[in-house]
T-cell receptor, first 113, second 111 residues
């Protein structure tokens, strides 16, 4: 039982390059999330997927797209990376219903130069 | 969820001292969650509070939800070096899925 896995762990991009961050969970959770974490800013929600087949914008969606490939996998795509997207990205999942316990992956540290 | 203010932003203590962090809102909160993130790690869920005046304990950690449901606190008794990290509160507001996180309190412990 691996929980939430993310790839890659580290990435350096040049401005304008694109990339996809991968996330998978093996807990049979319905809901999945993408956050970014910047120093002093806490965790900010980029996109979430309440259930398979649905996605919705969070607090900071500009410059990102997501795909809920199936119940297990939720990917985040940067089409044209910008230095402002330098951050640590966390994927999380949760069971739907009244619990708000979210399980986080180990994170991807992205630098855009 | 509703925006919450966490104070203090940073706290440095000597090992064995107590520590408290607060999470405050100007509006009534439906619930509060607390997470801990070790340096270089990912957030880990600690607890959820939903009832007015609720108090929960986990070993040396005591969590409280205010009577008016506008604030919450996390108190650590006799800190240890293993308590080092950033403590976040969050709340879901009216959403069944989304959480809004506070900016966190970074705790450092001098051995």
């Amino acid at each position: 039982n691996a929980g939430v896995t993310q790839t890659p762990k580290f990435q350096v991009l040049k401005t304008g390059q694109s990339m996809t961050l991968q996330c998978a969970q093996d807990m049979n959770h319905n809901s999945m999330y993408w956050y970014r974490q910047d120093p002093g800013m806490g965790l900010r929600l980029i996109y979430y997927s309440a259930s398979e087949g649905t996605t919705d914008k969070g607090e900071v969606p500009n410059g990102y797209n997501v795909s809920r490939l199936n119940k297990r996998e939720f990917s985040l795509r940067l089409e044209s990376a910008a230095p402002s997207q330098t951050s640590v990205y966390f994927c999380a999942s949760s069971a739907s219903g009244q619990t708000y316990e979210q399980y986080f992956g180990p994170g991807t540290r992205l630098t855009v130069t | 969820g509703q925006q919450v203010m966490q104070i203090p932003q940073y706290q440095h203590v000597q090992e064995g001292e107590d520590f408290t962090t607060y999470c405050n809102s100007s509006t009534t909160l439906s619930n509060i969650q607390w997470y801990k993130q070790r340096p270089g790690g990912h957030p880990v869920f600690l607890i959820q509070l939903v009832k007015s005046g609720e108090v929960k304990k986990q070993k040396r950690l005591t969590f409280q939800f205010g009577e008016a449901k506008k604030n919450s606190s996390l108190h650590i008794t006799a800190t240890q070096t293993t308590d080092v990290g950033t403590y976040f509160c969050s709340n879901s507001g009216g959403s069944n899925y989304k959480l809004t996180f506070g900016k966190g309190t970074l705790l450092t412990v001098n051995p």
